[in-house]
C-alpha cells in the first residue's frame, strides 16, 4: 500500500488546550525503525499506549495502517514519522522538537470502508478497509460484474480484470495506479475506478458521494471466480460484496503544519 485510505474532514490545527507530553512510541520490525524507536522512547520518556495521549509510528506507509487498524478503538491520535520508503502517511523523520512538532501538528479524521462480502457458500465476511476495498479476478478469465449504487442499477455487466472503491486520501494508492481521479481531501467523495477494464471499454469510473453505498455482484461466479480485499483481508469466492463508509469510527492522524495530506494531494498531481 502506497497511501492511506479513507474519508477525511478537513484539516485543522490541535483543539486540545494542554499541550501534549506522554507519547507512545511502536515501529514496524525494520531495524532501522527498530533503532529509532528505542532512541526516542529513551529521549522523550515514552510510556505504554494506553496511557499515551499520542502514539508516534515509525515505519512506512504500510506500517501506517497496520497501527491505524490496531488503534481502531482508539481515540489516540497517531503521528507517523518515516522510516520506510515511500512515506506518503508519514511525517519527515526528525529526533529534534518532537514534542513541539506533535503541539502544533494538523489533524485529519478518518472514517474507515466497511466491506460486507458473501462467498459462493453463503458466509458473511465483514472487514474495515482504512485504504480501499477492491475486487480482482482470481483466475485467467476475467471478471464480470454487476454495480449497483444504493440499491439501484448502474451497470449490467462490467467486464474486467477488477473494481475498486477508494476514499479521497486512498485516491492516491491504488486507485492512482489504475488511472483512478485524486480527489481532494475535503471532497466528501468517493471514487469507483474500473480495473483494466474491458467492456464498456471506454468506461473510466464515477465519482460517488461519500454516503453512497456501492454493492457488486459476480456473474458467473462459479467460472469466473473473484477475491474482495479491505486492506490486508481477502475474501476468496466472492458472490456479492457491499462497500460503504463507517462515520461512526473515527481515527486522528497528525501532520507536520503546512505538510497536511491536502498538501501531498495536490503536489502528487503536479508530480512528475
Not at 477488477?162 to 489504475?178: D, E, F, H, Q
Amino acid at each position: 500500500m502506497n497511501a492511506p485510505a479513507a474519508n477525511l474532514s478537513p484539516m485543522t490545527a490541535p483543539t486540545t488546550t494542554s499541550p501534549v507530553t506522554r507519547l507512545a512510541f511502536v515501529a514496524s520490525t525494520l531495524p532501522e525503525a527498530q533503532a529509532a524507536r528505542a532512541r526516542l522512547a529513551a529521549r522523550y520518556a515514552g510510556v505504554g499506549p494506553s496511557d499515551a495521549e499520542v502514539i508516534v509510528a515509525l515505519g512506512g506507509d504500510g506500517f501506517m495502517l497496520e497501527t491505524l487498524h490496531a488503534n481502531l478503538g482508539s481515540d489516540r491520535p497517531i503521528y507517523g514519522m518515516n522510516q520506510g520508503s515511500l512515506g506518503f502517511l508519514m511525517n519527515d523523520y526528525d529526533e529534534e522538537g518532537l514534542l513541539e512538532r506533535i503541539n502544533a501538528a494538523e489533524r485529519a479524521v478518518i472514517h474507515p470502508l466497511v466491506m460486507q462480502a458473501i462467498d459462493r457458500a453463503g458466509v458473511e465476511h465483514r472487514a474495515l478497509a482504512i485504504n480501499e476495498v477492491y475486487l480482482l479476478r482470481q483466475t485467467r478469465q476475467a471478471a464480470k460484474l454487476a454495480i449497483f449504487i444504493d440499491d439501484k442499477m448502474r451497470m449490467a455487466e462490467l467486464v474486467c480484470d477488477g473494481v475498486l472503491v477508494a476514499t479521497p486520501a486512498g485516491s492516491t494508492a491504488y486507485n492512482l495506479s489504475a488511472h483512478g481521479p485524486i480527489i481532494p481531501i475535503d471532497g466528501r467523495v468517493l471514487a469507483l475506478t474500473p480495473i483494466s477494464a474491458f467492456r464498456p471499454r471506454r468506461w473510466r469510473g464515477a465519482l460517488l458521494p461519500h454516503t453512497a453505498q456501492v454493492r457488486f455482484e459476480v456473474l458467473n461466479g462459479e467460472k469466473r471466480s473473484v477475491s474482495a480485499v479491505a486492506d490486508t483481508v481477502e475474501v476468496r469466492d466472492v458472490s456479492e460484496v457491499r462497500v460503504y463508509e463507517d462515520r461512526n469510527i473515527k481515527l486522528t492522524m497528525l501532520f507536520d503544519a503546512g505538510h497536511g495530506l491536502e498538501d501531498r494531494g495536490l503536489a502528487e498531481q503536479f508530480s512528475e
